[in-house]
């Protein structure tokens, strides 16, 4: 079952000190137009290639723009024994609208 928090649940959970990781999966040129301070890029193609750079402690939080390619990202991560993974619902377009009105909406 694919877990999920919203942008104010992560929001908040790193203002409070929380340590958690967030993979950016989206492509090159969306990062370019906005992204979350601290998030790690990995684009979605590149993410079989990258399961030595996922903590498998420790909470993830995968992103995207509206939690689509994020979810099937999170769900395939749970396929490979990953337990610690959630999916940002609503993307960086919820971010932007919850937590911070000055990322740009594409």
């Known amino acids: 079952m694919l877990k999920e928090l919203t942008p104010k649940v992560i929001h908040e959970r790193l203002a409070a000190g929380e340590a958690l990781t967030i993979i950016d999966v989206r492509e090159a040129w969306e990062l370019a137009i906005c ?3 601290g998030a790690q890029h990995i684009p979605m193609e590149a993410i079989p290639d990258s399961l030595a750079h996922i903590p498998r ?3 993830v939080v995968i992103m ?3 939690g689509g390619r ?3 990202v999170a769900f395939w991560l749970t396929m490979q024994g990953f337990t610690n993974v959630y999916n940002m ?8 609208v919850e937590v911070d ?5 594409y």
């Open 35 to 37: 992204h979350v301070e």
């Open 57 to 59: 402690e420790g909470d």
């Open 64 to 66: 995207c723009h509206s």
């Open 70 to 72: 994020s979810g099937q």
């Open 89 to 96: 619902a609503g993307g960086i377009d919820r971010w932007s």
């Open 101 to 105: 009105t000055n990322v740009p909406r």
